[in-house]
């Protein structure tokens, strides 16, 4: 049996050297999608997606963003999961007490209290630009619109980073779910959601005549590892974690070297 859908993650795994796809990965994308759908799942915002569809015209099929936090589909909300703003509120009174960069996402609204070194390292990754305003006064806003966080990216030194990852273990461990994708990083989401339940998503309502088997999921990291375990075709890049490559039932070629394309040339 040969894949019949694509979910792909982006950082680390499909992304070469420049932080581009790459002209094999784009002709691979354009070769299969007439008949393959392929979807980027990543824990980015939707905007830092859209122009890795278009260089590989996919833009006509969903995007996964914030690692299933916010489904769209042709362009429109079908699912979302929000941290709430009384947790949200806890987590920037711990931050008084610390120098931790907090990043607020909410779908293509990224907030910075501040352009430091932090907030250009991610507009120089995802090529996207954030507002600047406190992260007290986005909370105002956001309650005063009933939103709340997709994401929520603490940036900082490891000490600090630690203790905040303490805190936030200790208090919410049922309400969120906690990525320390590095050492200086906690990305925080909502508990509820997963690429694995985002995918699951789709295949019941979007791609209802397709199952998990069917399902080809290229990963490299801890949030990708639900997902590859319960995906037919779970393919970890040669870089992934340990546990990631543990899991995966095929390994292909590192991201960078074009890993996710020379498994669709050589299998789809």
Request: with cysteine.
């Amino acid at each position: 049996m040969q894949p019949k859908i694509v979910f792909s993650d982006i950082d680390g795994t499909l992304l070469n050297n420049e932080r581009i796809l790459s002209e094999a990965t784009i002709n691979q994308f354009k070769r299969i999608k007439d008949d393959i759908p392929v979807i980027l799942i990543s824990s980015r915002m939707p905007s830092a997606m859209v122009h890795l569809q278009k260089m590989a015209t996919i833009e006509h099929f969903p995007i996964i963003a914030y690692n299933g936090g916010l489904i769209l589909v042709n362009n429109k909300v079908v699912s979302t999961h929000e941290i709430a703003n009384s947790i949200l509120e806890q987590i920037i009174d711990f931050n008084i007490k610390t120098n931790i960069h907090l990043s607020l996402y909410n779908n293509n609204d990224w907030y910075v209290p501040k352009l430091d070194y932090w907030a250009k390292r991610e507009i120089n990754n995802t090529k996207t630009t954030p507002q600047i305003l406190t992260n007290g006064k986005v909370l105002q806003l956001w309650k005063t619109e009933q939103k709340g966080a997709h994401k929520i990216m603490c940036m900082g030194d490891v000490d600090a980073i630690d203790r905040l990852y303490q805190f936030l273990e200790e208090n919410f461990s049922n309400d969120l779910h906690l990525y320390r994708s590095k050492s200086t990083y906690i990305e925080i989401a909502p508990a509820i959601i997963s690429k694995k339940t985002a995918v699951k998503y789709l295949l019941d309502h979007i791609y209802t005549d397709l199952s998990f088997e069917n399902v080809a999921a290229f990963g490299d990291n801890y949030n990708d590892i639900e997902m590859l375990n319960a995906a037919g075709f779970g393919v970890a890049v040669a870089n992934a974690k340990k546990e990631v490559l543990a899991v995966a039932n095929h390994t292909t070629l590192t991201g960078a070297n074009d890993g996710v394309a020379h498994f669709i040339k050589n299998n789809i």
